[in-house]
T-cell receptor, first 119, second 115 residues
């Protein structure tokens, strides 16, 4: 079984609808992240969480909210979806990073992605 | 602010040849990690190699090596003996404590390996 799972894998929705993307992990990692990928722009950080009580905004958090229901679960919500939120969404996890710049620092493990289309 | 630059939108290489994918970065933090990920057409993100800012030697993982030139702030990925399955998007990324240990990605390089 995959260590990081995302549901749904594909979703088509309409403008104005609320939608939730879910992420679960079995790696036992404390840190979880949501990224968005648009063609030609690489991945950009939406939100990240260090534990269930610590949630932080990323580069492009406007229009999104998150919930860390448990160590293993991190959900991303679009309160009122709009077409320019059409993208590929990735969840990722990492362990406590250890020494910055040192070995095995902060490798992130990605889920398979959710392809979201907002019409 | 951190910035990752990948200047090659697309690259071609012949099977069995070596190829270098460029990555430059900008950060004022002395402690950081540099990563390369592969994204095949199926979409998943596959971790390839990591280089720490304090590492004295260039990282290697099988056919992948990272040419780390700290003074020039470059972290180029070298793929030796290219295979058809290496055709994919390749992303360079950097993380450090200032970014909450999240990764800052470049825009990627599309690599096509030809027979």
């Amino acid at each position: 079984d995959a260590d990081v799972t995302q549901t749904p894998r594909n979703r088509i929705t309409k403008t104005g609808k609320r939608i939730m993307l879910e992420c679960s992990q079995t790696k036992g990692h404390d840190r979880m992240y949501w990224y968005r990928q648009d063609p030609g722009l690489g991945l950009r950080l939406i939100y990240y969480s260090f534990d269930v009580k610590d949630i932080n905004k990323g580069e492009i958090s406007d229009g999104y909210s998150v919930s860390r229901q448990a160590q293993a679960k991190f959900s991303l919500s679009l309160e009122s979806a709009i077409p320019n939120q059409t993208a590929l969404y990735f969840c990722a996890t990492s362990d406590f990073p250890g020494v910055a710049g040192g070995p095995s620092y902060n490798e992130q493990f990605f889920g398979p992605g959710t392809r979201l289309t907002v019409l | 602010a951190q910035k990752i630059t990948q200047t090659q939108p697309g690259m071609f290489v012949q099977e069995k040849e070596a190829v270098t994918l460029d990555c430059t970065y900008d950060t004022s933090d002395p402690s950081y990690g540099l990563f390369w990920y592969k994204q095949p057409s199926s979409g998943e993100m596959i971790f390839l190699i990591y280089q720490g800012s304090y590492d004295q030697q260039n990282a290697t993982e099988g056919r992948y090596s990272l040419n780390f030139q700290k003074a020039r702030k470059s972290a180029n990925l070298v793929i030796s003996a290219s295979q058809l399955g290496d055709s994919a998007m390749y992303f360079c990324a950097m993380g450090n404590s200032n970014s909450g240990y999240a990764l800052n990605f470049g825009k990627g390089t599309s690599l096509l390996v030809t027979p």
